[in-house]
């Protein structure tokens, strides 16, 4: 199936689905920061016309995964301390203040949502290969989203997602080579029970504390890089 049927199929326009792929992509480290994004390539690679690869570049830019460069195209965002540093502070508060607007407003159904996406991550936690590891991480990311899903607030969930992938692009960035954080499954069950128990105090400074801990692992890392400079800003 390609990309165009594929569009149709999962009811998106042609620039989102690119923009998607696009982003994973970026967020994986499978585009190095830095690097160029030729169109010529990129529109052969996708079989489609300039017109909605133009259009998803341009979201990834305002999104904060591309750059355009005057006259000279686009290339995938380059990574930095400060960056990070501006990153994780902005998804803490952000995600911290749609956790409490989410145990506020979730009912039930969120209840479940969130003991299930729970259940999911700690089962993968348990297994070591390859593939696991990436459904780990789209666990990963559903449980944070499931913990937010309630705030019946659209724009900020669409920031926190955006906050989220821009975060977890430095974690595989600089922390692919280690094995998961046993830390980490601890710290998901105590915001999830907080969460179910209505504890909106606790469950946000677990969170913080959570996606802090991780900002400054991956800050070390940063500073012992020896990543070529083109890919640090």
Known sequence: MDLIQAA???????STMIAGNLRAAISNGELAPG????????????????????EALSRLSAEGFVVMED????????????NLVEVTK???????FALRESIQQGD????????????????????DD?????AWETAHRDLH????????????????????????????????????DKAVQREHAEICNAALERNADLACEIMRNHIERTGANIRKAI???????????
Not at 71 to 82: D, F, I
């Open 71 to 82: 006259q000279r195209g686009y290339k995938v965002a380059p990574v930095s301390e400060a």
């Open 223 to 233: 500073l012992k890089t020896e990543m070529p400079s083109r890919q640090l800003a």
């Open 108 to 127: 039930d159904k969120w209840e479940g949502e969130v003991v299930a996406s729970l259940y999911r991550i700690n089962k993968l936690s348990r297994l």
């Open 90 to 96: 902005l998804r803490a508060m952000v995600e911290c």
């Open 35 to 54: 690097s160029k994004l030729r169109l010529d390539e990129l529109r052969v690679t996708f079989g489609v016309s300039l017109s909605p690869l133009r």
């Open 8 to 14: 149709e199929q999962g009811g998106q326009t042609l």
């Open 130 to 134: 390859p593939g696991s590891k990436a």
């Open 145 to 180: 989203y499931r913990l937010i899903s309630a705030c019946r607030m659209p724009l900020l969930l669409s920031f926190s997602s955006t906050l989220h992938d821009l975060n977890d692009r430095y974690r595989r960035l600089f922390l692919i080579s280690r094995p998961i």
